[in-house]
C-alpha cells in the first residue's frame, strides 16, 4: 500500500468525449505527477504539478491538462479523446518535485471505443 | 532526451539463483529509480540511487554515474520475486524516463 488512491479503477469512453481522472496523494506530498502507460509499454510522463502549479510537462498536446487542490487531491483531464489515448493512467506523488522516492497509485484503466 | 536501456527484457530462473538486471542511459541525471510492477498491479518503488549503492533485504542496487550505469541484483531469487522491474531516470526536464522493462520470472 501506498497510501496513494486513484479513482475510477476503469472507464469506458467514446472518441471525442471528455474525461477526468483523480488522485489522491498521500498527506504531506506537494508534488504529483502523471503517467500514460498504453499496453506493453513503460509510463509516458505526462505532466508534474507542485503546489497547485505546473512545475514540468511531456511530449503531450494541450488536450492533456491537469489540476492539483490544497487537499493533496489532484485530476487529469483529456479532452477530444482518441482511439491511442487507451492506456493505464499512473499518478504518482512525493513530497520534493525531484530526487525524491515516488509513491504510485493502482492506476486508472481507460477504454476509447 | 534520455534513453534508457535494460537489459534482459525477459529472464527466467531458477528459485535460489542470484540475478543481475542491468540499466544503461544517455544523458546525466539527477537520480535513478528501480521499480517493481507485479501484472495488473501498481508500480512500487524499490530504490532510489544517487550514488553508489544500497541495500534492501535480499535486493541490492548499484549505480556509476560516471559509466551512466545501474544494476539491480535478487539475491537467493524466490518465486514471489516474479514481476516487471523497471529503471527510470530523472533529469533536468522533470517527471521520470522509464526503461521498458525486465519481465522476471522465478521457476520453484
Known amino acids: 500500500e501506498t497510501g496513494v488512491t486513484q479513482s475510477p479503477t476503469h472507464l469506458i469512453k467514446t472518441r471525442g468525449q471528455q474525461v477526468t481522472l483523480r488522485c489522491s496523494s498521500q498527506s504531506g506530498h506537494n508534488t504529483v505527477s502523471w503517467y500514460q502507460q498504453a499496453l506493453g509499454q513503460g509510463p509516458q510522463f505526462i505532466f508534474q504539478y507542485y503546489r497547485e502549479e505546473e512545475n514540468g510537462r511531456g511530449n503531450f498536446p494541450p488536450r492533456f491538462s491537469g489540476l492539483q487542490f490544497p487537499n493533496y487531491s489532484s485530476e487529469l483531464n483529456v479532452n477530444a479523446l482518441e482511439l491511442d489515448d487507451s492506456a493505464l493512467y499512473l499518478c504518482?506523488?512525493?513530497?520534493?518535485?525531484?530526487?525524491?522516492?515516488?509513491?504510485f497509485g493502482p492506476g486508472t484503466r481507460l477504454t476509447v471505443l | 532526451k534520455n534513453e534508457v536501456e535494460q537489459s534482459p527484457q525477459n529472464l527466467t530462473a531458477q528459485e535460489g539463483e542470484f540475478i543481475t538486471i542491468n540499466c544503461s542511459y544517455s544523458v546525466g541525471i539527477s537520480a535513478l529509480h528501480w521499480l517493481q510492477q507485479h501484472p495488473g498491479g501498481g508500480i512500487v518503488s524499490l530504490f532510489m540511487?544517487?550514488?553508489g549503492k544500497k541495500k534492501h533485504g535480499r535486493l541490492i542496487a548499484t549505480i556509476n554515474i560516471q559509466e551512466k550505469h545501474s544494476s539491480l541484483h535478487i539475491t537467493a531469487s524466490h518465486p514471489r520475486d516474479s514481476a516487471v522491474y523497471i529503471c527510470?531516470?530523472?533529469?533536468?526536464?522533470?517527471?521520470?524516463?522509464f526503461g521498458k522493462g525486465t519481465h522476471l520470472i522465478i521457476q520453484p
Open positions: 504518482a506523488s512525493s513530497y520534493l518535485t525531484h530526487t525524491d522516492t515516488q509513491y
Open positions: 540511487l544517487s550514488s
Open positions: 527510470a531516470v530523472e533529469g533536468s526536464e522533470g517527471g521520470l524516463t
